[in-house]
């Protein structure tokens, strides 16, 4: 079993494998995440059901990589026009985000988000 390295980031999305095959190609479209990507099957955790889970994990590099990816994700479910939640981990720490038909309007409060999210997550 390869041991992660502790500054990547994990990020996993509702919707089944045609929204994290869809999250994968919209990050493989930025320059930050270009290359950076890849897709990985997990276990259910104890008491869960169902099939293998389906995670993006995402080598974070140099500092901004978490505000890069959660400001690039918010952009991604704006997109979506569908309700959609994403989760994205790094080591114990985790923050998830619910959009239903995110609106231009709503942007400044989702770019707040966006910053406390990456404090979060960032957090020593």
Partial sequence: MAVEDPSSLRL????????VLSLQ?????HDDFAGRTRLRREEPGPGQMGAVLETITVAAGGGG???ALIGTLSVWMRHRGTKITATVKKGDRSVTISAD???AAEMAQLQEMVTEFSRTLDED
């Fill in 12 to 19: 996993t999305v509702d919707g089944g494998i045609d929204e």
């Fill in 25 to 29: 190609r919209w990050l493989s479209g």
């Fill in 65 to 67: 990589a978490v505000t």
């Fill in 101 to 103: 038909r995110v609106r």
